[in-house]
């Protein structure tokens, strides 16, 4: 069955780095689906602004362009494309000086009564100066959303600074904490499997579950942003805020409703129980970060870390591996192991709940084929909830045991193409509904417990141990997850 789509209301949406790689990847492609399916109201206006100069007309080529790249060619209907691309145009004004802000005022001002939506895909340091200035020219109205993309500040200081600066301007209903993650289907399928279904949740616990795998890696390497990347690294730039809500979702208590204040203050709760790495044995003993050397992607040579960044020396993470626990009473004793990583074999994002094995096997010689049951819920490249379990291997011969997968396959169950993350939450934004962003208390949250982390490895002064690009990493990661008795997924490793 398909989706029903719902228009939103009018709106503009000004995208301040409209001319940027996010926008011509992510926001631009997802904008014209919503057009293409008819959700976006015909009166609503998309208007990118940048620092340069540039004609409408060769805006819309470059649109085009991008449209072109990546959208697939059977989605990019002429008709669709050309009533969308009627919706753009471009601005160009200094973000921290005064030209251009009077044109991009009167731009919006012939619709004084819709919604304005402003994405600011720009650095975190630019954030409270673009908000001081749509204070200052008259253009923060009472229908108004800021949107922010991480990273939203460095460590805890950096990032209380940037929620104060937005906060000044803009009311904590009206900021809307942008992580893609929380977009993504297979995410929120998490929230459907746990409280739309009585199988699971009784055994959602540490009675019945041995451990929980989170793993977000990626095969690419720095890919031109060795600038950013190496003020970053692993540990800031996906497990402060990708992995960390990951971790929320799959460890919170089940909210009381699906509105946005309840399912945070869930998730805020989480965040607050996560036992502190703090102290440099439990830095050493709980968390191993490294960085790649040269080494092969897809059949073909690819340079180390240090090269790619043209710099003779990094302590910058590109792999890190932390045992996380949550100190409450459904998870007391079961470990959470994340893993992100650059020049990994595979893209793969997913989650990983292990249970526990059976207590007692009647299936004699059988019993070695045994094999806990384990639910996976793939989040990339190919959405699919997998649920191991144990059954007969046909045929006669005795009591042969297989593991086998229940497999719920996006693209197989579900035929007709459905948002992509990027889609569902700028639609988010417009309808005003917060609940799959994240909050400002949240965000400090996940920096309280990360910073220690950071200061432990500063303190060690080690640096990162190395990997081979096209490896899982450094060896270490691997001792990390035996010394407890237990093994990486086998699909991600």
């Not at 009166?43 to 990118?48: G, K, L, N, Q």
């Not at 030209?99 to 304005?116: K, S």
């Not at 190395?466 to 450094?474: E, L």
Request: with cysteine.
């Amino acid at each position: 069955m398909s989706a029903r789509i719902i228009p939103v209301e009018p709106f503009d949406l000004v995208v301040f780095g409209g001319t940027g790689d996010l926008a011509r990847r992510k926001l631009l492609p997802g904008l014209y689906h919503r057009d293409q399916d008819r959700q976006i109201p015909g009166t609503s206006r998309i208007i990118a602004v940048s620092r340069h100069e540039i004609g409408r007309g060769a805006y819309l080529d470059e649109v085009r362009a991008a449209l072109e790249a990546h959208v697939p060619a059977k989605e990019r209907e002429p008709e669709a494309v050309e009533r969308f691309l009627r919706r753009l145009d471009h601005v160009a004004l200094d973000i921290e000086g005064d030209a251009g802000w009077d044109q991009l005022r009167a731009a919006i001002e012939r619709t004084p009564n819709e919604v304005r939506v402003f994405y600011l895909a720009t650095s975190p340091d630019l954030f409270g100066p673009v908000c001081d200035r749509l204070q200052t020219f008259g253009m923060v109205t009472p229908k108004a959303r800021v949107v922010i993309e991480k990273p939203i500040g460095r460590d805890l200081e950096s990032a209380r600074r940037i929620n104060e600066a937005v906060g000044h301007v803009f009311e904590e209903e009206q900021i809307f904490r942008i992580d893609h993650y929380l977009g993504k289907e297979s995410v929120q399928n998490l929230l459907a499997l746990r409280f739309a279904n009585s199988l699971f949740e009784p055994l959602w616990n540490a009675h019945h579950i041995d451990h929980v795998q989170i793993t977000v890696a990626e095969n690419l390497g720095v890919e031109g942003r060795g600038g950013y990347y190496d003020r970053s690294g692993a540990l800031r730039d996906m497990v402060q805020n990708h992995i960390l809500q990951l971790l929320c979702l799959v460890a919170m208590e089940p909210p009381q409703e699906l509105g946005a204040d309840s399912l945070r203050d869930e998730k805020l709760k989480v965040l607050k129980a996560l036992n502190p790495i703090r102290r440099e044995a439990d830095v050493a003993a709980k968390t191993v970060r490294g960085q790649y050397t040269a080494g092969a992607a897809n059949g073909q040579a690819v340079p180390g870390y240090l090269d790619e960044i043209k710099r003779n020396a990094s302590q910058t993470e590109t792999f890190c591996v932390l045992k996380a626990e949550v100190d409450n009473w459904r998870w007391a004793g079961v470990p959470f192991y994340l893993r992100t990583g650059k020049r990994l074999p595979e893209r793969v994002s997913e989650v990983v709940i292990q249970f526990k094995a059976v207590p007692h096997s009647i299936f004699g010689d059988a019993s070695r084929q045994i094999v806990a049951n384990r639910l996976v819920v793939r989040l990339q490249p190919d959405e699919a909830v997998k649920l191991f379990l144990m059954s007969k291997d046909p045929g006669p011969g005795g009591m042969r045991l297989k593991n086998v997968p229940l497999n719920l396959a996006y693209s197989e169950t579900f035929q007709d193409r459905y948002p992509d993350a990027y889609e569902r939450l700028l639609m988010d934004v417009v309808r005003g509904n917060p609940a799959l962003f994240m909050r400002k208390d949240e965000v400090e949250a996940a920096w309280g417990w990360i910073e220690p982390i950071l200061e432990g490895w500063e303190a060690r002064a080690e640096p990162p141990r190395t990997y081979v690009a096209g490896s899982w990493g450094p060896s270490a990661a691997i001792a990390l997850i035996e010394r407890d008795g237990r093994t990486w997924h086998e699909d991600a490793a």
